[in-house]
């Protein structure tokens, strides 16, 4: 469908928004735990699933300083929210910390949007139809832990939230092939090969969406931009 990139395009901030809405309006009311969560808050729908190896992390957090990072799992390790043996498992401390951070975003999805049924399962079609690169941070966050029962609302919410990564490793296979590094393309200003970056990224991030028709592209932005 040649209108995919263009829509590849469009539907990201759309996406991002609705998920850092639903984030925003959890943020009251959440009773924090007795230590740093850190990264867990972002990795709660890939650790009850799957461990993360140190490299596996390196992927996904491919924007944040390696020293930073080795900070953060140190503090994990410390206050033992993470254990390590052959990779990052979580403890039973940062299970019961994301059942309840699971049952705080479903209070809150129910309160602040409508029925999302249907779309919480156009956005399921989308991410199983999203390629995984072997090693990649789709690969490594999708699909995301969906305990029995779920409501819509929280489905919808982290399919998001993985779906974000289809997007990310477009991005990143685009600005490798032009030859730069992860810090330089952070601080890439507007111009022919910022441009010619982005248009590489809604090339490749357009794919899970063509399993779409025009009609039901039309109805997910104009589902999703009413979540914001």
Do not use: C
């Amino acid at each position: 469908m040649p209108n995919s990139p263009r829509f590849a395009a469009r539907i990201a901030p759309v996406i991002n928004a609705a998920h850092v809405s639903l984030h925003a309006a959890a943020r009251p009311g959440f009773e924090h735990p007795a230590f740093t969560p850190g990264f867990l808050v972002d990795l709660r729908y890939t650790l009850p699933l799957r461990p993360l190896t140190r490299a596996g992390l390196s992927t996904i957090y491919r924007y944040t300083k390696p020293a930073d990072l080795a900070e953060e799992v140190a503090l994990h390790l410390a206050q033992g929210t993470l254990k390590e043996t052959d990779a990052l498992h979580p403890t039973s401390r940062t299970t019961t910390f994301i059942r309840s951070l699971y049952a705080h975003h479903e209070a809150t999805a129910a309160r602040i949007w409508p029925d999302v049924t249907h779309l919480a399962a156009q956005v399921a079609r989308v991410l199983a139809a999203a390629p995984r690169q072997p090693g990649s941070a789709l690969e490594l966050m999708a699909p995301p832990y969906e305990p029995p029962g779920a409501a819509p609302g929280l489905l919808l919410f982290n399919r998001l939230a993985a779906l974000r990564y289809s997007r990310a490793d477009a991005h990143a296979a685009a600005w490798r092939a032009a030859g730069l590094t992860a810090e330089e393309v952070v601080n890439l200003r507007d111009g022919p090969l910022h441009a010619e970056i982005e248009h590489a990224t809604n090339v490749a991030a357009a794919e899970p969406y063509e399993i779409l028709t025009d009609r039901e592209r039309t109805d997910l932005h104009t589902g999703l931009s009413a979540l914001i």
